[in-house]
Nanobody, 116 residues
Framework: QVQLVESGGALVQAGGSLKLSCEGS????????LGWYRQAPGKQRERVAS???????TYVDSVKGRFTISRDNAKNTLYLQMDSLKPEDTAVYYC??????????WGQGTQVTVSS
């Protein structure tokens, strides 16, 4: 059974930093495209950052230069380093794994709240 478990969400002041983690079990991260998504209240879920084919990273424009996605295949863990946080970054953050064969896996989410 595949499980993705996010952690690291918290309440932080604007300008602060957080590092989110997503640990996978029953799944091999190295053969999946991985990503972080977020959903704010009343808004659609959006992709924040992703690692494609283990090499290419992409970011939504609003987080470029502030967020960094990375992964540790040995630990089967995905990370999202978030710096210079803004109130508009407040959302539930989700980890996603795509096996590139039509199956997507999601974690339960972790809450990030940035106060002004």
């Amino acid at each position: 059974q595949v499980q993705l478990v996010e952690s690291g969400g918290a309440l932080v002041q604007a300008g602060g930093s957080l590092k989110l983690s997503c640990e996978g079990s029953g799944i091999v991260f190295s053969v999946h495209d991985l990503g972080w998504y977020r959903q704010a209240p009343g808004k659609q879920r959006e992709r924040v950052a992703s690692i494609i084919s283990g090499v290419y990273t992409t970011y939504v424009d609003s987080v470029k230069g502030r967020f960094t996605i990375s992964r540790d295949n040995a630990k089967n863990t995905l990370y999202l380093q978030m710096d210079s946080l803004k109130p508009e970054d407040t959302a539930v953050y989700y980890c996603n794994a795509d096996d590139k064969r039509g199956r997507n896996y999601w974690g339960q989410g972790t809450q990030v709240t940035v106060s002004s």
